[in-house]
Structure formats: structure tokens, C-alpha cells
């Protein structure tokens, strides 16, 4: 187990904060440190019992990250990647502060790109996985061997996504992504789903960037990307809230 406070900030590692849910009691030395954060106790009782749990993982210039937000019925605990293996900073807000924090997650931002001005077009889905692929996961030659193309019988979506491990770690992202041709420098997904629910998972994908403008990934059953704008999506992350707690 690994917990420790920085300043007014609760760091922990992924298997701590996954060892919360559902637990009959929490670790004395876990939470004699979150005691000494504002509202780490709160922080500690919605990883204890989550509401509703959403992670949201990104590829940007700096890197891929995965983050979480775990909706508590008091609070709201925010677990933000900051490249430092498993250790993640837990920011303590009220649960109504869902939408603000997914937007900061995904750097939603102004674009003055408009969707009249771009149309919809078919995507792969490996282009879209291509984003988050990372150097780590593409295989090494063997000595005295050239490097190749991945191989195909290891397909981007079934290889294991290396996340939050900073620049340095990540390499260069291929250039195969979906919208790299437009100028999109970033993409994101978030998976939300209401703790005890049978209900399917929300999901929202998206890449971005400011030469390309904002294209929202939808499924029509193809998968295809679609002109957006930041209004827009901000309605989608304002609903998610709402959607998971009238499952719940």
C-alpha cells in the first residue's frame, strides 16, 4: 500500500484506491494520512462506496493518462494521473462538480472551427486505438532484425494500454491516428457507469485539437467522426451525472 500527503493533496496508488470499494473498514495508516487532507475522509468514503464511477483516458502531446472520478454520496473523489507510475492525486469537490472536472480532464476548449464548416467521415476503429497506443506496446525487433509494422495478430484494441507513465515513456504516437490528417493533436474516451447497475455503460470519444476543431466519435452503426463543437460536448459531460444517478 502506498499513501502519502503532499501539501494539502492526498497521493495514492492505484491498488490502494481500488482495494477501497466495498471494503468493511479502511486501512488505519490510510486513513490516518487522508485525515490530515481537507476532506480526505470524505474523499476515502466514496471510494469506500461509489455512487457512480467514471475514468476518462487521453492522449495528448505529453503523453496517454488515465484518470478517474468516483462519485460518492457526499462527495466527489477526482483521481488525476500525473505521470508518475500508479500514483494518482486525489482532489476532494462536491458531487455536483462532475461535468467541470470531466472538461478539465478532456481539455475541452474554445475552437473557432464550425461544424457546417467540416462533414462527417468514416473512421477505423484502429485509428482510433492507434492514439493510445504507446511505444511500450509495439514489439521490439530481435537483434540483427529491422523494425517492422506492429504485427497483425496483436491488434491495437486487444494489446494492453500502458497509461500514466509521462512523456519520457510514452514515445511518439503513430501517425495512422483517426483525424491526425485534419491536425488533431489529442483524443480522449470516458466510460461511465452507476455502481450495481445492469444498465450498459455511457460512453463519449472524442479527438480534438486546435488546427482540426473538435470531431465527436458516434457509432450510426458505423463508426464515423462528426464535427462538434465544445458547447456541445460540454451538454454531454453536463449529463452524465444525471444519466448514471437515475440508474442507481
Known sequence: MTSRQDGDALLVDTATWAGLAGADEVDPELARVAAGVPGGDLALEAGRDP????????????????????????????????GRGDERRVLVLPPDHLAASLARMVG???????????????????????????????????????????????????RPVR???????????????????LGADRAWRLVAAAVGSDDAPLMLAAVDGRDSGL?????????????????????????????????T
Not at 167 to 180: I, N, V, W
Open 51 to 82: 455512487r457512480a464511477v467514471v475514468q476518462v483516458q487521453t492522449a495528448t502531446p505529453g503523453g496517454v493518462f488515465t484518470h478517474e472520478a468516483w462519485v460518492g454520496a457526499d462527495a466527489l473523489a477526482v483521481l488525476l494521473d500525473l
Open 108 to 158: 475541452l476548449a474554445p475552437r473557432a472551427h464550425a461544424p457546417a464548416d467540416r462533414e462527417a467521415r468514416p473512421v477505423d476503429e484502429a485509428e482510433l486505438e492507434a492514439w493510445f497506443a504507446t511505444a511500450a506496446d509495439e514489439p521490439r525487433p530481435r537483434a540483427g532484425e529491422a523494425a517492422g509494422p506492429p504485427s497483425s495478430a496483436s491488434p491495437a484494441h486487444e
Open 163 to 181: 497509461v500514466g507513465h509521462g512523456a519520457e515513456s510514452h514515445g511518439t504516437l503513430s501517425d495512422r491516428r483517426a483525424g491526425a490528417d
Open 215 to 247: 470531431w465527436l466519435v458516434e457509432a450510426t452503426p458505423e463508426l464515423r467522426l462528426v464535427p462538434t463543437t465544445p458547447t456541445r460536448v460540454w451538454r454531454e459531460l453536463a449529463s452524465v451525472l444525471p444519466a448514471l444517478m437515475t440508474t
